[in-house]
C-alpha cells in the first residue's frame, strides 16, 4: 500500500513537458549545495506546471517564482566573494535535458535582496542587480543563447563588500520570441537563500536609482519590455540595440572601516547537525534506537513517517533522495518482519545525486568587482576567493556525493538477541546520526 503510494507521487514530476526551464540547483564555489536537488532554493509547489512563466509583470511571483514568498528551511553559507551557480533545468526532474528551448531567446540577469530576517518578504523593495545581459551584437547572441552553451549554469561572484547577512540571490532569464504589444515576455526566475559570511558589517547602501522592487521594477511598455525580437533584431537593417531590463548593477564599494575584522558566522536556518539525508529541503533523521521486535516496528513507522514527510514536500527537482530514505525503511521493514529478529541492519545511506550538466562557469561578473587598494584584506577580483580571511569551504555535502555516505562504516555491533543489554541497547537502526556527523566534520 505504502510503497504504491509513493510510486504514485513519485510519477507526477516527470509529467513537466513543455520546452521551458527552472531554477533547480546551487552550488557555491563549484560544490553543488545538499543532496538531491533544490537545497536553499525556493521552487513551485506546483508540480505540474513548475517550469512555466511568470507573465504578470505585477506578480509578487515575480520576485522568486510561484510560491518563492514562502521561505524554504535552510540558508546555506557562502564566503564574502564566493562564486554562486545556478542550475536552470528544461525538465526540472530530471538533469542533462538541457536549459531551455532554443527559441527562448533573451536577456540572463541575477538580482540580489538582503534579508532583515529568515521570513523577511521576497516581494517589495530593496532588490539590485549584480550582473544582466541582453542581446550581444557582435556576437549575434542574446544572453540566454550563451546560457545554453553552459548548460543552463550562470556563475556570478558575491561582492566581497557585501556586508554580512541573510539574502536572497534571484537568477532571472527572460524569453522574449512571444512579446506583441499584447503579449509580455515569459520571465523564469527563482531565489536561492544564502547567508553570506563576512567580516564586513553593517547597513548595506544601495543608491536609488540602483535600488528596485520586484515586482514593479518593469512596466509592459519599457523599451526593454516590448523589443519585438523579430521585428527589431532578426530583420531589422541595422539591428536594434537591446536596452537592458531592469537597473543598473550595483557593486558595493570596499569600505575598510565596515569591516569588524570578525567574521559573522551563521546562527539561524542552519542545516541541522542530526540530518542524515537531505532531499532538497527536507531531511532525514535518526529512528530512535531498538533491540526487539517491537522497537522495530516503531521505528519502521518512524522511518516511513519520515518518508512520507520527504514526499509531502516534494519539489519540481525530484525526490530521489526520498526514495533513497524509504528503500531503507524497506530494509527495516524486512527485517522486522525477519521470522528470527536479528538487530538493525547494516548502516548504508547513499545520495542519489546528478552531477554537474557541465563544467561550473566562471562568475558572469568577475570584472564588475572592485579592486581595493587600500586593504589589504581584499586583495582583488583574481584572488579574492584564495585569499579572503572568510573560509569559504563551509559546504554541506560535495557532489558528486555518491561516494561520501557509502563510506560511512556499517553499524557495529549488530544485537543477536532480544534480550536488554548494555551492549544491544547502544545498537541504532540504519539512520546513523553520530557517524554522519563525524563524517560532516570531515568533510569540512
Ligand atoms: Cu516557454
Given at each position: ?61 515575480m520576485a522568486c517564482?510561484?510560491?518563492g ?9 557562502a564566503?564574502a566573494g564566493a562564486?554562486l551557480?545556478f ?20 536577456p540572463v540577469a541575477v538580482y540580489a535582496k538582503r534579508l532583515s530576517?529568515?521570513?523577511a518578504a521576497a516581494a517589495g523593495p530593496g532588490w539590485f542587480k549584480l550582473w544582466g545581459e ?20 550562470i556563475?556570478i561572484q558575491i561582492p566581497t563588500a557585501l556586508p554580512a547577512g541573510n539574502y536572497l540571490f534571484r537568477p532571472e ?14 520571465f523564469?526566475v527563482g531565489c536561492a537563500q544564502v547567508?553570506v559570511?563576512s567580516?564586513v558589517?553593517g547597513d548595506l547602501d544601495i543608491p536609488s536609482e540602483k535600488s528596485v522592487s520586484i515586482p514593479g521594477y518593469l ?5 526593454s ?19 537592458m531590463m531592469g537597473p543598473e548593477p550595483f557593486v558595493p564599494a570596499a569600505n575598510?572601516?565596515a ?104 562568475a558572469l561578473n568577475?570584472?564588475a568587482v572592485p ?74
Open positions: 500500500m505504502k510503497s504504491f503510494a509513493i510510486l504514485g507521487l513519485a510519477a507526477s514530476w516527470f509529467t513537466v513537458v513543455q520546452a521551458h526551464t527552472l531554477f533547480t540547483t546551487l552550488y557555491i564555489n563549484d560544490v553543488k549545495q545538499g543532496q538531491g536537488d533544490g537545497t536553499c532554493v525556493r521552487q513551485s509547489k506546483d508540480l505540474a506546471h513548475s517550469n512555466s512563466p511568470i507573465r504578470n509583470l505585477l506578480s509578487d511571483d517564482g510561484v510560491n514568498t514562502t521561505p524554504v528551511n535552510w540558508f546555506c553559507p564566503g562564486k551557480t542550475e536552470y533545468r528544461l525538465n526540472p526532474g530530471q538533469a542533462g535535458q538541457g536549459f531551455i528551448d532554443k527559441s527562448h531567446k533573451g530576517s529568515l521570513d541582453g542581446y550581444d551584437m557582435e556576437a549575434d547572441k542574446w544572453a540566454t543563447e550563451k546560457i545554453i552553451d553552459t548548460n543552463g549554469l556563475s532569464v527572460v524569453a522574449m520570441h512571444n512579446v506583441t504589444p499584447e503579449v509580455e515576455p515569459q523564469y547567508f559570511e567580516s558589517t512596466q509592459a511598455n519599457d523599451p519590455v516590448s523589443y519585438n525580437i523579430y521585428k527589431d533584431e532578426e530583420y531589422a537593417d541595422p539591428k536594434k540595440p537591446y536596452p575598510s572601516k569591516s569588524s575584522g570578525k567574521v559573522v558566522h551563521q546562527t539561524e536556518g542552519e542545516i541541522p547537525d542530526s540530518c542524515l539525508l537531505l532531499n532538497a529541503n527536507w531531511c532525514g533523521v535518526e529512528v530512535p534506537s531498538y533491540n526487539n521486535l517491537t522497537g522495530c516496528w516503531d521505528a519502521v513507522k518512524e522511518c516511513w513517517n519520515q518518508a512520507n514527510a520527504c514526499w509531502a514536500e516534494l519539489v519540481p527537482s525530484g525526490g530521489r533522495n526520498c526514495e533513497v530514505w524509504g528503500d531503507k525503511c524497506k530494509d527495516l521493514d524486512a527485517h522486522c518482519s525477519a521470522k528470527d529478529f536479528n538487530g538493525p541492519p547494516a548502516y548504508k545511506l547513499k545520495s542519489n545525486d546528478y552531477p554537474a550538466p557541465g563544467p561550473i562557469p566562471a568577475a570584472e579592486q581595493d587598494t587600500s586593504s589589504s584584506e581584499v586583495p582583488g577580483k583574481t584572488q579574492v576567493i584564495a585569499t579572503s580571511p572568510v573560509s569559504v569551504t563551509v559546504v554541506v555535502v560535495p557532489t558528486p556525493s555518491s561516494t561520501l555516505l557509502e563510506s560511512i562504516p556499517d553499524f557495529t555491533p549488530r544485537p543477536t538477541s532480544t534480550t536488554q543489554s548494555s551492549q544491544t541497547s547502544k545498537s541504532k537502526p540504519n539512520c546513523g546520526g553520530q557517524r554522519r556527523r563525524e563524517a560532516r566534520r570531515n568533510w569540512s
